[in-house]
Nanobody
Framework: QVQLVEAGGGLVQAGGSLRLSCAASGRTFSTYVMGWFRQAPGKEREFVAGISWSYGSTYYQDSVKGRFTISRDNVKNTVYLQMNSLKPEDTAVYYC?????????????????WGQGTQVTVSS
């Protein structure tokens, strides 16, 4: 059984920072891609960032480039999302997801494993 457990959400003022973490367990993730998605009220779930576990390559949604950084710790089987210069429009439930293979995808349907989500609220 694959488990992804997110942590680190909360309430922060605009311009502030948060770091989300996603602990993965249940199998070896060395050949997986890990992604962060988010879903705001009334909107569809959207891709935020992804990282290839084995190669460390990364990909970001345009709106978070330069503000968010995705990284991984292979020893701890944990992926992080460092979020800086947060804006009210970043408010959403953030989900961690995993997909087999080496290619990063921005499509929800390509990810077979999901965490429960963590709320991020940015006040203006």
């Amino acid at each position: 059984q694959v488990q992804l457990v997110e942590a680190g959400g909360g309430l922060v003022q605009a311009g502030g920072s948060l770091r989300l973490s996603c602990a993965a367990s249940g199998r070896t993730f060395s050949t997986y891609v890990m992604g962060w998605f988010r879903q705001a009220p009334g909107k569809e779930r959207e891709f935020v960032a992804g990282i290839s576990w084995s190669y460390g390559s990364t990909y970001y949604q345009d709106s978070v480039k330069g503000r968010f950084t995705i990284s991984r710790d292979n020893v701890k089987n944990t992926v992080y999302l460092q979020m800086n210069s947060l804006k009210p429009e970043d408010t959403a439930v953030y989900y961690c997801a995993a997909k087999a293979g080496a290619c990063i995808s921005s499509m929800n349907s390509d990810y077979g494993y999901w965490g429960q989500g963590t709320q991020v609220t940015v006040s203006s």
